[in-house]
């Protein structure tokens, strides 16, 4: 038996740090985030839900009603079927663990936090003048009312769908394409960490609600796209969202109040 349980893969095992990274975990994590975002924009919108979307959610919404899919709630039923599928493919137990959810909620403040250390590092080494970080924080499409609301909204939908997006299926899909032309597995991450995290900030940079460009935030959007692909490589999808939007929170609605 322990001869066995020596040979599982480490995703397999009952510790934390395989559990966070299970798509089981992520699905639960991410969940409330999902719901908080999907009923605040119904709340907050007016009517018109795409005033209030994410840029990312936007994009991808646009791109299935292209394909000929409109119905509002098929987007976040197509994130919760991605990792539910990633969970019977990949045979991991159906476990769920209330201490992991804590723990992965622990190491996305922390990491949300070391986010905001670095971007006042860059803001130093720019010798930009304070608050400069706070406005590098995302893009989305500009908001149809005043307030926190919807602003807490649009910054947890960036969480999860520019995570979706960038992360859980960019990431997996160049990764492999690059493997598949044979290119060393060590290079071929670097390439899909680099290359991903580029495309993430200039995303910002374009559609309706494009951002004005700067070397500062285009450099500091790139450094928080190769954070968050790194996190999602050592430490799962989960941690990664939860990570994204308390960086958002705590730039977009927190350091303000307190004029950092």
Known sequence: MKKEEE????????????LARQPLHCLLFLLP???????????????RQETVRNGADHW???????????HPLLLPLVVVGLLACWQVIGHFRWKPSAPTLFGML??????????VVLGQLQDLAFRSHPGAVARAAHSAVPLSQPGNLPRIVSYVG?????????????????????????MPRKMALAVTVVATSLLFSAAHYVGPAADQFTMFSFTFRALAGTFFAALFVFRGFGITVGSHA???????????????
């Open 7 to 18: 040979q599982l893969p480490k995703e397999k095992h009952d510790d934390y740090w395989a």
């Open 33 to 47: 985030l999902l719901a908080t975002y999907e009923i605040g924009v119904s709340l907050v919108s007016g009517g």
């Open 60 to 70: 991808m919404r646009t791109g299935l009603r292209l394909a000929g899919f409109e």
């Open 106 to 115: 622990a190491e996305s403040m922390l990491f949300g936090v070391c986010l």
């Open 158 to 182: 960036a969480g999860v769908y520019e995570e979706v997006l960038f992360r859980l299926c960019l990431i997996p899909v160049l990764f492999g394409l690059l493997r598949a032309l044979l």
């Open 246 to 260: 308390a960086y958002d929170l705590l730039v977009g609605i927190l350091i303000p109040a307190v004029g950092v």
